[in-house]
């Protein structure tokens, strides 16, 4: 099973940033004309309570409506980030509902629902496994680290605990951008559909045909019973992840590495893989979770 097809084509995109309709310090306008001008191909507009734009394509580049929603939990802040929403549908998405309604009414509008940055929200395995129909949660947010944030950007620890408890998440990085002076364009989803309309885009994350970077490229992923084969751009490490502590051989580490392997037969009782390619500089990509029991 390949999860990536040669024909189709990939689209850049960040789901996850801030504008002068709350917090951020760039007009619309101005945000996404600088992820334009770095070769992205879609955004979302994703303010705090509130939707300022509709899905749209402008100049060539898909914006999604977007919102961030916060709940406060005892020693937890949930925020959920909504995509693809209609405006005016903020009534429905009021905090004193909860994230569960607020999720069910992303859905029921069209749109779907990711959990934003777990680790810098201290999320617990039993908030993120209570939650239906979320579509993915936030692997990496670029804002949730120094200079501004203490090192909370990267949530693999928790989502691969979820996922070793049976409530694996496809992952996005995202940049979460408010100032966009640093935050801006660093982190990202490549999402492999056959066009650049919200409808094509949903479904690609649907069917987790997309994978999370900071600048690796991954060309083919390869799935069968025996193995897990990947290819990527150059790297200095490509690391497995599964369920299971101890494994040997999860690891490759060279000079301008282009490819490796993972074998599925060397070990009993593991529920998931994922893979994660970091360069020379330090950039990774992270795949999604690929549960075993689902391979044919
Ligand atoms: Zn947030
Ligand atoms: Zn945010």
Redesign the pocket.
């Known amino acids: 099973m390949e999860l990536f097809t040669s024909n189709l084509p990939f689209w850049k995109g960040n789901l996850h940033m801030h504008t002068t309709a709350s917090d951020g310090r760039l007009t619309p306008d101005e945000a996404i004309a600088l992820y334009q001008a770095q070769g992205y191909h879609f955004v979302a507009i994703t303010d705090h309570d509130t939707i300022t734009l509709a899905t749209h394509l402008r100049a060539g580049m898909l914006i999604l409506s977007g919102i ?1 929603l ?1 709940y406060e939990l005892p020693a937890e802040e949930l ?1 959920l980030v909504g995509i693809g929403i209609p405006l005016g549908l903020e009534p429905k998405l009021e905090p004193r509902f909860g994230p569960q309604y607020a999720i069910d009414a992303i859905r029921a509008a069209g749109g779907r629902a990711i959990i ?2 777990p680790a810098w929200s201290l999320l617990t395995l039993a908030t993120l496994s209570g939650l239906r129909d979320v579509t993915a949660a936030e692997i990496y947010n670029t804002m949730s680290t120094a200079p501004r944030n203490c090192l909370r950007a990267d949530a693999s620890s928790l989502l691969d605990t979820a996922a070793a408890h049976g409530h694996g998440l496809p992952l996005v990085a995202v940049d ?1 951008a408010h100032f966009y002076d640093g935050e801006h364009c660093r982190s990202y989803i490549m999402v492999q559909s056959e066009s650049l309309t919200q409808e094509s885009l949903l479904c690609a994350l649907d069917q987790q045909r997309f994978y999370a970077s900071q600048g690796p490229r991954i060309y083919r992923l390869g799935v069968t019973r025996e193995r897990i084969i990947i290819d990527c751009s150059p790297a200095a490490s490509i690391i497995f992840y599964s369920n299971l502590s101890w494994v040997t051989g999860r690891c490759r580490m060279g000079d301008a590495l282009t490819h490796s392997e993972y074998d599925l037969t060397a070990q009993q009782g593991e529920t998931f893989v994922r893979c994660q390619i970091i360069d020379a500089q330090g950039r990774s990509a992270w795949t999604n979770p690929i549960t075993l029991s689902a391979i044919q």
Do not use: K, M, R
Request: aromatic share 0%.
């Open positions: 961030e916060a925020h934003a940055h979460d």
